[in-house]
């Protein structure tokens, strides 16, 4: 069975940096909090468009870094919690506006934890030969959903996309070697949506009550991903020998520096190690891994051979991490 390696990769995010000057303005709260509680400095809002607009640019990117055309993709899948629609799916809509009329494809969500979640789903296809040039893309544009009048929650997300391609390789030493996924449904009453889905249709109501934000219950949140984070980062670490030395990358998922430090830490890891830019993106919800993997290709932080671990915690609750090595050479 071939390995399935990411071959190219693309992000997007949008121009508008709101700092966290901008909540100054008129909420009760501080760029000194935000930084010490978060470690958040700015964040991107789209001010026009839908999430599939996010995902456009960095799909384009991330074909032309590769040198193939949307007709050459096979499947697309977008993690989100933001999509365009309830229906068709975003990734439909991605289908046509990218022009990659060859593609069939879904919506996965699983909030923060989308992009661990879908490259399971999109490894085990292109391991299994059901496809061969996969467009997995991870994409949320959290200001449709984030009350701004609500401090708790409008300082931490952002909006943006990744994109990474995934195809077959024979060599059995890079790509996706394991992964490790779970989910507790008990969380679900501390990070959700209240309204809007079929247990709470869209009403009068529901939009006085400001229903169709993000409800978050932050520290008992917090308390569940510090642990989740670690435990999960180490089980995949142990059952595949590698030790904090072998480990070329974290690239955990942006909620919170602090959960990304204590991660760290429990690894035995230097921060030198561990893809950090939630100081200028937020918490993008799904899109946080992709921007990071892409961003630190860019940068040419990226090489052949190195070993990566990802992981995310999110709603759901959900959680997983996934051992890769990097099949890409750095750009020139
Ligand atoms: N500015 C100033 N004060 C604030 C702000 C703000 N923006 N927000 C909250 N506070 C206040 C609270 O009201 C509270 O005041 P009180 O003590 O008088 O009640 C105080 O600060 C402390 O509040 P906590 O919620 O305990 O603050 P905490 O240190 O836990 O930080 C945060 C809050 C940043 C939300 C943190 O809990 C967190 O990161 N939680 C986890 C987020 C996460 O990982 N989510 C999962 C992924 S998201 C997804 O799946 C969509």
Redesign the pocket.
């Known amino acids: 069975m071939p390995r399935a390696a990411i071959t190219s990769v693309g992000h997007y995010v949008p121009e508008t940096v709101y700092p966290n000057s901008y909540?100054e303005q008129y909420?009760?709260?501080?760029d000194a909090?935000?930084v010490e509680?978060?470690g958040i400095r700015e964040r991107r809002f789209a001010c026009n468009g839908a999430t599939s607009d996010l995902i456009i640019p960095a799909a384009r990117q991330c074909l032309e870094r590769r040198g193939i055309s949307a007709e050459d993709i096979d499947c697309i899948i977008v993690a989100t919690?933001t999509p365009d629609y309830f229906f068709p799916s975003t990734a439909a809509v991605v289908q046509r506006k990218l022009g990659a009329t060859r593609a069939w494809g879904f919506d996965l969500s699983a909030?923060?934890s989308g992009f661990i979640y879908a490259l399971v789903v999109a490894a085990k296809l292109v391991e299994a030969g059901f496809s061969r040039r996969l467009l997995l893309c991870g994409a949320d544009k959290m200001s449709s959903i984030v009350n701004f009048d609500d401090?708790?929650t409008?300082?931490?997300f952002g909006d943006g996309g990744g994109v990474v391609l995934l195809e077959p390789s024979d060599n059995p030493d890079v790509g996706v070697l394991d992964a490790v996924l779970y989910m507790n449904g008990e969380g679900g009453q501390y990070?959700y949506m209240p309204a809007g889905g079929s247990a709470k249709p869209p009403s009068l109501e529901t939009v006085q009550n400001k229903e169709h934000y993000?409800f978050?219950e932050?520290?008992t949140?917090?308390k569940e991903?510090v642990i989740r984070m670690a435990e999960v980062t180490l089980q995949i670490m142990e059952r595949n020998g590698l030790r904090a030395e072998d480990i070329a990358w974290l690239v955990p998922?942006q909620?919170?520096l602090?959960?990304i430090t204590a991660t760290a830490e429990r690894m035995g890891l230097s921060m030198d190690k561990v893809m950090v830019n939630i100081d200028r993106y937020g918490?993008t919800?799904a899109a946080t891994i992709p921007l990071c993997l892409s961003e630190w290709y860019q940068a040419g932080k990226l090489d052949y051979g190195d070993r990566l671990i990802l992981v995310s915690?999110?709603?759901g609750y959900t959680w997983g991490a996934v051992y890769l090595r990097w099949s890409l050479p750095k750009p020139d």
């Open positions: 909540f909420l009760d709260t501080s909090w935000i509680r978060t919690v909030a923060c401090r708790a409008a300082v931490l990070l993000v978050q932050g520290r949140v917090f991903a998922h909620a919170n602090r959960i918490n919800t915690f999110g709603a």
